[in-house]
Structure formats: C-alpha cells, structure tokens
C-alpha cells in the first residue's frame, strides 16, 4: 500500500509540474505573438495598444509582482519615467508615483544601463549599502527582488523594462526574454516615433534642392495635411514660402513688403498677431533662430503645439513642425518649417484627458481605499472555496512566512492556527477557519466573525466576507480579513469588570439606602408618635400645668430631633450633587468652638457622660472661613461621640494650632471617646453615607448613618482631612486637621446694645400663606406687642405695601414659597417702588429653604434677613430690635 501511496504521489507530483509546464509554454507562445504583432505595427497607437498585454503575459511567465517600462523621454534625457506598467492583482500600481525620476535617484543603475548591464537583485537587503539610493526607493514598494534591463534604439540608451520580486530560480531564461522583448520595444518605438513623411519630403528635396520650386506639386501632394511649408535658412535669418498659408497669405502681410525674406520678423508679427499668449508663452523664446539653431544641433525634428485666433475656416490649434536639411554642410542650418491645424487631435486628446483623469481619480480612489483598509487589517487573503486556495493580499510579515503568497487553506491555515493562536481558542478557531462548512454558515449572511487572543495575547478579530456567490447563490469566493483588537478588547473587557464592580457597588449602595430607609421609618415614626402621644395627654389634661409644660417639652425635643434627620438628609443631597456652596466670611475660631462644646456639653450631661475640653495652643483666632460648615462637622463628630458611649463614659476635646504662614493657619482638632468604638469590619465602610455598625439596641444609638459621610464630604470641601483610630469596645479617637485663611481684621458683631430695647408697637407686615405657620407667628409676635398686618401672597403684600403711607410700615416678614407671587418677585417689586421707605425697610425672608444658595438668592431680592423654618422666634425679634433701633 505504501507503494501505492508513493506512486500516486509521484504521479500527482509529474501532473501539476506537467501543468506548470503547459501554462508556462501558453504564455511563452502569448508573448511571441504580440512581438510579431508589435513588429508589425503601422503606427505607434498599435504598439502601445499591445504592451499592456505582453507585461502582464511576461508577468505571468516570471511570476512575478510587477512588470514596468522606464523611459528616457526628457529632452536632456535627465530623468525616467515608469510609461507603462502591469500588476498582480492584489499589488498597489506605483506608476503614479514613478513618473518623474531624476537619474540622480539612480545613478549605479544609470552607470550599468548605459554599459548595457542587466541588474540582478535577489536579496534587497544586500544593496543597502552600494546602491543606497536606489534601495530607498525600492524599499517604499515592498520589493523584495528585482531583475532590470536596459532598453536601447540604435545604440542609444532609450530606458529599460523591469520585474518586481519575479521568480529567480532561473534568472536566465527571464533575462532572455526581457531582452528579445524589449529590443524589439524599444526598436520599434523608435521607428514608429520618426516623422516618416517629412524624411521622404526631406529625401525628395535633398536629392532636387535647386529644383525645388519647381517640384512644389509632388510636396504638397504629400504634405495634404499641412496648411503651410517654408523653406528658412536660420543662419541667414531668410523665409521663402512653398506652400503658402499661415505666415504668406495676403491678409497677413499686406503693407509688409520688407519683411518678405526675414525669418525673424514673420515669426514674430504672427506671435503678436495671432497666437493665444497662454496656450504658448515660450513660442518666441523657442522659435528665435538662434536657440533653434543650438536644438537642432542635437535633434533632427522640432514640433511645437499652440492655440491660434480661428481663421476662416474654424481652425484655432495648430501645430509647427521642424526639419532640419541634411545639404553636408555642418554649419549650414536650412530649414522645412510646416503648419497643421490639429484640431481633431486636440479635441481627441482632450477627451483622452479627461476619460484619463476620471479613470485616474477612480484607481486613485480605490488604491487609497486598498491602502487605507491594508492599515486596518493585520491580515487579508482572497479564498477560492471551490478548489480550497488562498491568495495573500496583503499581511504581516509572521503570518506572510507561514502562508507565503498562495497556496491550500486547510493545509496551509491550520498550520498557522496551531502557530499562532492561544491554546484556549484552539478549538473555536478551528472551527470557524472549516472550509467545509464555510459556504453554508455564509448562506443567509454576507459575513461571518470570531474573536481570539494570540499567543502573543494580542486580542484580533477575525472575519470572512462574502466576495462572490454563483448562480445558485452559493458562495464560491470570500475574502479573509483579520484585525488588531487588543486596544478595544481591553477596553471591554476592563468596562465589563468596572460594570461587574459598579453592579456590585450599587446593590450594595442600595442595601445601604433600603436598610436606612428601614431605620428612618422607625426614626421618623418614633418622634412622630411621641408628639401626637404629648398632644394627646394634653388635651385630656387642661388645666394640669405642670403636665402641659413637660408635654410641650417632649413635642420640642422630639421635632428638634425630626428636624435633625430631615437637615442631615438635605445636607447629604446637597454633597452627592455638587450643589452645596460653602461661606467666605470673618469668624472668631474661639467662639464657634465654645458655642459647640456648650451644646455638645449639654447632650453630654444628659446622657451622663463626662465632657471634657483640652487647652490647646492658638495663636490666629480671627479667621476667614465657613463657620456654619465647621460647626456642623464639630457638631456630627461630638454628638456622635456621646451617642455611642456609655453611662459614666467620657468625650475629651482639643484645638491646637500646628502651623501658619502671613495668610494661613492649620488646626488639629481631636474628638477622644470612651465609647463603644467600632469592629475592624464597619472601619473601612464608616464615611459611607448610610453606613451604621449592626446594633441589638437600636433604640440607644438611632440615627441616619449619614453624620460621619457628612463631615468628612465637608471637611475635604474645606481642604482638611478626618480620619480615626477605634478598638471595638474601648473607644474612637478622630482626628481633624484643616486649614483656615487669617483675617486681617476683626469679626464684626452686631451690638448687643439692642437686646434691652422694646418692640412694643413696631408695625410688621407679615406674610405667610400657610395658615397654621400664620397663626404661631402671629401669636408669638403679639407676645412682644408688635402690631401685624397680615398678607396671604407676594401679590397681596405688594398691595397692601403701595396702598400704605410712607414709613407706615417698620418690618416685612416675608414668606418664599407662596401662590400667584412668591417671596423674592415680590421683594423685588417693593424695592422698585418710587417711595422713600420702598429702598430702605427691612424685608426679613420667612422659608424652609435653608441652603446657602436660597440665601444668596434672598440677598439678590434685596432682603436684609434669612431666616430658616423652624423659626426661633427670639433670634425674628432680635433683628426687629437691631434693625428699628438702628433706623
């Protein structure tokens, strides 16, 4: 059996290179045919229409990437030019690129062209360093390979044909034939390019010069295509006309006798005459004897195109044409200057021109397209799944090496799978590269994709493209494409872990707010039930005062309590969003913490614990700050400090300053309790709004959860820190250091000078449209016998305001939140009054809106006061006091 195998091998083997062999003998056969044809050829038209066919045919044979012709067709022959070209598909053209190369750019090429040297490369690599010039060139293409030959016509250097990474196995054979090729290219571009009629016009008046008026029938029988001829002799700057036309007709030179015979002259009053100035600015330039005289010293012919005033028979391109007499005579420079209209030809090549650009625009655009998805694909390979093949458009050089150009999918791509891919997706590559199943996974799709991370752990995205269905809408040819990912995969896959940990962050954030919930439902209904509960008691004990005065005790102290949960839940609002603003006024750090400690004393001995203050060192007490926000932090971390200690327990406090510059002063502050301190586990989540430490006794330590988030939010606002050190059923040390700008003056004070003085019969219009807030306010100011006007709304105010006599009024208190005008509208009315009293009567503002932006907003209204609901009435009559005594 083996044997078997072995022969079958062989056989197989004998068939492809015997197919190989046949495929190479057809192109060989293609490419002698289209020599003949080109030896044929009548004009130059026939040949180039065959060029394109016989590259690409020399391209198939050599199987190589690119097949090119560079011509010499400067005037000083001083730069080549890539004329025609053939690519592989798959291969960018670079004719584009290629049309103007100085021979500077190659000149070891150059050097060996001219000597007749072919030019061998089979390693790019390897003339870095003797042709570097030519190497930068190459490299750009991506030419790995090249073989070159010069072109010659009659000895004389004309360009050279070249193949890019062609197959050099035996460069011999391909070297023969670039050279019969292009020998018989470049010979009969040559022969094709001469101007055939003028060298018999030429040949027919060299052999009969002095008979040449007489045989002007036989030129012009053979020069019907051209309007004129001239015979000039430039060295003696002399005209004579043989067939008459552009520069002799009567229109022309009536009047111009004298100029009959001069060369110099007829050029020139038709340049000024007729021709169109842009369509040859260089005629005179080129046409002044003396310069054509140097250009014919090395060039037989002169032609030269320009646009003309239409003459009588429509005619407005023409084109000039030189031919220098061979008379033996080295100096003597007789002439055949000859006129042609070319319209057609301009009119053709203007069409060529334009079918040219729009094709070029088009390969131009499909070549940045091809270039641009080259940049975004690692990989892209064109499969036949008919017959299981794969062509490489284009990859990176790993994968290049293990594929090569072409070649089996299933042979060629499973051995790259097994190379490259990371073992855990061994399995679904191997899968999603089946051929066999390709064509049906892709029948109701037009792609297909897959994920994988390389051995390298690289993540790519690999993808099949439908490129071509037969009649049956079966898919027969797809295209492969593979990209880099890595970036994106990362991204996603550290977005997916960050959405795992926001998940988890917020069910627990959410556990927390269900949990405080739970405790402010209890918080809440606790003081609620206590309220109605005194309320209750008495009403069925009227006249018992002593019961009624604890009643209205417990009411208050039970509302304080409800008021702190509601501050302490606006405050916490205010931190999350970003809207809190914090105060820039003077303070005395002295008295804020000796109002603090006094009511953290006060809560202390309540709860029978021991208070105790430290002296500290304090050298700036005069500050600029936001007092209330300090206070509050103080407040939060002291009461927090009695709640969560003991019967006999202890709270010791202590400011000292640890540092100051010319504007700043720095402060410690440290809050030590004998408490019940805190498990390692509640540590680490204790400035987490919500957050309380599991207690059987609820009762004991209620509250919101929200006091340390609040002050440590607060704190950082301000520039401090706070933070702790608790042992679990010893006690909890904090620590608060924060820095304060030094005033440079004295905190104002309101004088105390007031407080004695009486507010009996003050005039206050108070506005208010909740009735019960009405009737406590009223009450409380009739107290004080203050006389009150009373005004349901903003609208009803300002009325009752522009309806009294000026100064009637002392006071406004003035609720925000009321129906058809609020508050501040309504301030802002009567400050615009045209009365004396409208600029300068106090307007106190009444509302439960106590944040610092309500109070800036009051400001702006033009109020004097802000004060917050619950009112604390002796503080209302104060600024009465203060404000009527002062005006």
Same mark, same amino acid.
């Given at each position: 059996?083996?044997?078997?195998?072995?022969?079958?091998? #062989?056989?197989?083997?004998?068939?492809?290179?015997?197919?190989?062999?046949?495929?190479?003998?057809?192109?060989?056969?293609?490419?002698?045919?289209?020599?003949?044809?080109?030896?044929?050829?009548?004009?130059?038209?026939?040949?180039?229409?065959?060029?394109?066919?016989?590259?690409?045919?020399?391209?198939?044979?050599?199987?190589?990437?690119?097949?090119?012709?560079?011509?010499?067709?400067?005037?000083?022959?001083?730069?080549?030019?890539?004329?025609?070209?053939?690519?592989?598909?798959?291969?960018?053209?670079?004719? &584009?690129?290629?049309?103007?190369?100085? +021979?500077?750019?190659?000149?070891?090429?150059?050097?060996?062209?001219?000597?007749?040297?072919?030019?061998?490369?089979?390693?790019?690599?390897?003339?870095?360093?003797?042709?570097?010039?030519?190497?930068? +060139?190459?490299?750009?293409?991506?030419?790995?390979?090249?073989?070159?030959?010069?072109?010659?016509?009659?000895?004389?250097?004309?360009?050279?044909?070249?193949?890019?990474?062609?197959?050099?196995?035996?460069?011999?054979?391909?070297?023969?034939?670039?050279?019969?090729?292009? $020998?018989?290219?470049?010979?009969?571009?040559?022969?094709?390019?001469?101007?055939?009629?003028?060298?018999?016009?030429?040949?027919?008046?060299?052999?009969?010069?002095?008979?040449?008026?007489?045989?002007?029938?036989?030129?012009?029988?053979?020069?019907? @295509?051209?309007?004129?001829?001239?015979?000039?002799?430039?060295?003696?700057?002399?005209?004579?006309? +043989?067939?008459?036309?552009?520069?002799?007709?009567?229109?022309?030179?009536?009047?111009?006798?004298?100029?009959?015979?001069?060369?110099?002259?007829?050029?020139?009053?038709?340049?000024?005459?007729?021709?169109?100035?842009?369509? *040859?600015?260089?005629?005179?330039?080129?046409?002044?004897?003396?310069?054509?005289?140097?250009?014919?010293?090395?060039?037989?012919?002169?032609?030269?195109?320009?646009?003309?005033?239409?003459?009588?028979?429509?005619?407005?391109?023409?084109?000039?044409?030189?031919?220098?007499?061979?008379?033996?005579?080295?100096?003597?420079?007789?002439?055949?200057?000859?006129?042609?209209?070319? @319209?057609?030809?301009?009119?053709?090549?203007?069409?060529?021109?334009?079918?040219?650009?729009?094709?070029?625009? &088009?390969?131009?655009?499909?070549?940045?397209?091809?270039?641009?998805?080259?940049?975004?694909?690692?990989?892209?390979?064109?499969?036949?799944?008919?017959?299981?093949?794969?062509?490489?458009?284009?990859?990176?050089?790993?994968?290049?090496?293990?594929?090569?150009?072409?070649?089996?999918?299933?042979?060629?791509?499973?051995?790259?799978?097994?190379?490259?891919?990371?073992?855990?997706?061994?399995?679904?590559?191997?899968?999603?590269? &089946?051929?066999?199943?390709?064509?049906?996974?892709?029948?109701?799709?037009?792609?297909?994709?897959?994920?994988?991370?390389?051995?390298?752990?690289?993540?790519?995205?690999?993808?099949?493209?439908?490129?071509?269905?037969?009649?049956?809408?079966?898919? %027969?040819?797809?295209?492969?494409?593979?990209? @880099?990912?890595?970036?994106?995969?990362?991204?996603?896959?550290?977005?997916?872990?960050?959405?795992?940990?926001?998940?988890?962050?917020?069910?627990?954030?959410?556990?927390?707010?269900?949990?405080?919930?739970?405790?402010?439902?209890?918080?809440?209904? %606790?003081?609620?039930?206590?309220?109605?509960?005194?309320?209750?008691?008495?009403?069925?004990?009227?006249?018992?005062?002593?019961?009624?005065?604890?009643?209205?005790?417990?009411?208050?102290?039970?509302?304080?309590?409800?008021?702190?949960?509601?501050?302490?839940?606006?405050?916490?609002?205010?931190?999350?969003? $970003?809207?809190? /603003?914090?105060?820039?006024?003077?303070?005395?750090?002295?008295?804020?913490?000796?109002?603090?400690?006094?009511?953290?004393?006060?809560?202390?001995?309540?709860?029978?614990?021991?208070?105790?203050?430290?002296?500290?060192?304090?050298?700036?007490?005069?500050?600029?700050?936001?007092?209330?926000?300090?206070?509050?932090?103080?407040?939060?971390?002291?009461?927090?400090?009695?709640?969560?200690?003991? &019967?006999?327990?202890?709270?010791?406090?202590?400011?000292?300053?640890?540092?100051?510059?010319?504007?700043?002063?720095?402060?410690?502050?440290?809050?030590?309790?004998?408490?019940?301190?805190?498990?390692?586990?509640?540590?680490? #989540?204790?400035? /987490?709004?919500?957050?309380?430490?599991?207690?059987? *006794?609820?009762?004991?330590?209620? $509250?919101?959860?929200?006091?340390?988030?609040?002050?440590?939010?607060?704190?950082?606002?301000? $520039?401090?820190?706070?933070?702790?050190?608790?042992?679990?059923? #010893?006690?909890?040390?904090?620590?608060?250091?924060?820095?304060?700008?030094?005033?440079?003056?004295?905190?104002?004070?309101?004088?105390?000078?007031?407080?004695?003085?009486?507010?009996?019969?003050?005039?206050?219009?108070?506005?208010?449209?909740?009735?019960?807030?009405?009737?406590?306010?009223?009450?409380?100011?009739?107290?004080?016998?203050?006389?009150?006007?009373?005004?349901?709304?903003?609208?009803?105010?300002?009325?009752?305001?522009?309806?009294? *006599?000026?100064?009637?009024?002392?006071?406004?208190?003035?609720?925000?939140?009321?129906?058809?005008?609020?508050?501040?509208?309504? *301030?802002?009315?009567?400050?615009?009054? @045209?009365?004396?009293?409208?600029?300068?009567?106090?307007?106190?503002?009444?509302?439960?809106?106590?944040?610092?932006?309500?109070?800036?907003?009051?400001?702006?209204?033009?109020?004097?006061?802000?004060?917050?609901?619950?009112?604390?009435?002796?503080?209302?009559?104060?600024?009465?006091?203060?404000?009527?005594?002062?005006?």
């Amino acid at each position: 059996m083996e044997k078997f195998k072995a022969n079958d091998n #062989k056989n197989e083997e004998h068939e492809i290179n015997y197919r190989q062999f046949n495929k190479k003998l057809e192109l060989l056969n293609q490419i002698l045919s289209l020599i003949s044809d080109i030896n044929q050829a009548s004009d130059e038209k026939e040949v180039k229409d065959c060029i394109p066919a016989l590259l690409q045919y020399i391209g198939e044979y050599t199987d190589a990437d690119r097949v090119y012709i560079f011509e010499l067709i400067s005037e000083k022959q001083d730069y080549y030019s890539n004329t025609f070209e053939w690519c592989r598909e798959g291969i960018i053209p670079q004719i &584009d690129n290629l049309i103007h190369i100085p +021979i500077a750019s190659v000149p070891v090429w150059h050097e060996k062209f001219f000597c007749g040297e072919t030019i061998i490369i089979h390693d790019l690599e390897k003339i870095r360093e003797t042709m570097p010039s030519e190497y930068d +060139i190459l490299k750009v293409q991506d030419i790995h390979s090249l073989l070159a030959l010069p072109l010659f016509a009659n000895t004389q250097l004309s360009g050279f044909i070249g193949l890019d990474n062609p197959g050099l196995v035996n460069p011999g054979v391909s070297i023969s034939l670039l050279s019969n090729v292009g $020998g018989h290219l470049a010979s009969t571009l040559n022969n094709l390019r001469m101007f055939r009629m003028l060298e018999e016009k030429q040949k027919t008046l060299e052999s009969n010069l002095e008979e040449l008026q007489k045989e002007k029938h036989i030129l012009e029988a053979l020069c019907v @295509d051209y309007t004129s001829f001239y015979l000039c002799d430039l060295a003696n700057d002399t005209l004579e006309t +043989i067939k008459p036309g552009i520069l002799s007709n009567g229109t022309e030179v009536d009047g111009m006798t004298e100029l009959k015979f001069s060369y110099t002259s007829r050029i020139r009053y038709y340049y000024e005459n007729y021709v169109i100035r842009e369509s *040859a600015p260089d005629f005179l330039q080129k046409l002044e004897r003396h310069a054509l005289i140097e250009y014919l010293r090395n060039h037989k012919r002169f032609v030269h195109r320009y646009q003309s005033v239409k003459n009588h028979a429509g005619h407005e391109y023409f084109e000039l044409q030189v031919i220098r007499l061979e008379t033996g005579n080295r100096d003597d420079y007789k002439i055949i200057m000859g006129f042609r209209y070319i @319209d057609d030809i301009v009119q053709e090549d203007m069409k060529k021109k334009k079918q040219m650009e729009a094709t070029m625009a &088009d390969l131009k655009l499909n070549n940045e397209i091809i270039s641009a998805i080259s940049k975004m694909y690692w990989i892209i390979y064109r499969m036949d799944l008919i017959h299981d093949t794969y062509e490489e458009i284009s990859s990176k050089e790993s994968m290049h090496r293990l594929t090569g150009r072409r070649g089996k999918i299933s042979v060629q791509f499973t051995n790259a799978r097994e190379k490259l891919i990371a073992p855990e997706f061994q399995e679904r590559m191997r899968e999603f590269l &089946d051929v066999s199943t390709l064509a049906e996974r892709l029948k109701n799709r037009e792609e297909v994709s897959t994920e994988y991370r390389a051995i390298t752990g690289v993540w790519h995205q690999a993808r099949f493209i439908v490129k071509l269905r037969n009649e049956a809408g079966e898919v %027969t040819n797809v295209l492969y494409v593979t990209r @880099d990912i890595n970036d994106q995969k990362i991204s996603e896959l550290e977005s997916r872990e960050e959405l795992r940990r926001t998940a988890q962050e917020a069910e627990k954030a959410n556990l927390a707010k269900t949990d405080f919930l739970r405790r402010m439902s209890h918080d809440v209904r %606790t003081p609620i039930n206590g309220i109605q509960g005194c309320v209750d008691i008495a009403d069925r004990y009227p006249d018992d005062l002593k019961l009624q005065q604890e009643a209205r005790t417990k009411i208050r102290t039970a509302s304080g309590y409800l008021l702190n949960l509601v501050n302490d839940v606006l405050d916490m609002n205010k931190l999350e969003s $970003g809207n809190i /603003e914090l105060e820039r006024k003077h303070f005395n750090l002295l008295e804020v913490l000796h109002n603090t400690n006094e009511i953290t004393r006060m809560q202390a001995n309540e709860a029978g614990v021991n208070y105790y203050v430290e002296d500290g060192e304090i050298i700036h007490t005069q500050l600029i700050g936001s007092p209330v926000h300090f206070q509050q932090i103080l407040m939060n971390i002291g009461s927090n400090a009695v709640k969560y200690n003991h &019967d006999g327990g202890s709270v010791t406090v202590s400011c000292r300053e640890v540092s100051y510059t010319d504007t700043t002063a720095g402060y410690e502050l440290t809050c030590t309790d004998t408490g019940i301190g805190m498990s390692e586990e509640f540590q680490k #989540k204790a400035f /987490e709004p919500f957050a309380q430490e599991e207690q059987s *006794a609820r009762t004991k330590y209620a $509250g919101t959860g929200l006091g340390l988030a609040i002050a440590k939010k607060l704190i950082e606002l301000q $520039g401090g820190t706070l933070f702790f050190e608790s042992i679990q059923g #010893k006690g909890t040390k904090f620590i608060l250091r924060i820095p304060f700008e030094i005033s440079a003056e004295e905190q104002e004070k309101k004088s105390h000078m007031y407080q004695n003085c009486s507010v009996e019969g003050v005039q206050v219009l108070l506005v208010e449209d909740n009735e019960l807030n009405m009737e406590i306010a009223e009450f409380l100011l009739k107290e004080e016998k203050v006389k009150v006007t009373k005004a349901r709304n903003g609208r009803e105010a300002v009325e009752i305001f522009e309806n009294s *006599a000026s100064g009637y009024f002392d006071v406004i208190l003035m609720d925000l939140m009321m129906p058809q005008m609020g508050g501040l509208e309504a *301030a802002r009315r009567i400050r615009r009054m @045209d009365r004396k009293d409208a600029k300068s009567i106090p307007i106190f503002a009444m509302t439960a809106n106590a944040f610092l932006d309500d109070i800036a907003q009051s400001k702006a209204a033009g109020m004097n006061e802000h004060f917050s609901k619950p009112l604390q009435m002796e503080n209302v009559i104060d600024a009465i006091r203060f404000y009527c005594t002062a005006r």
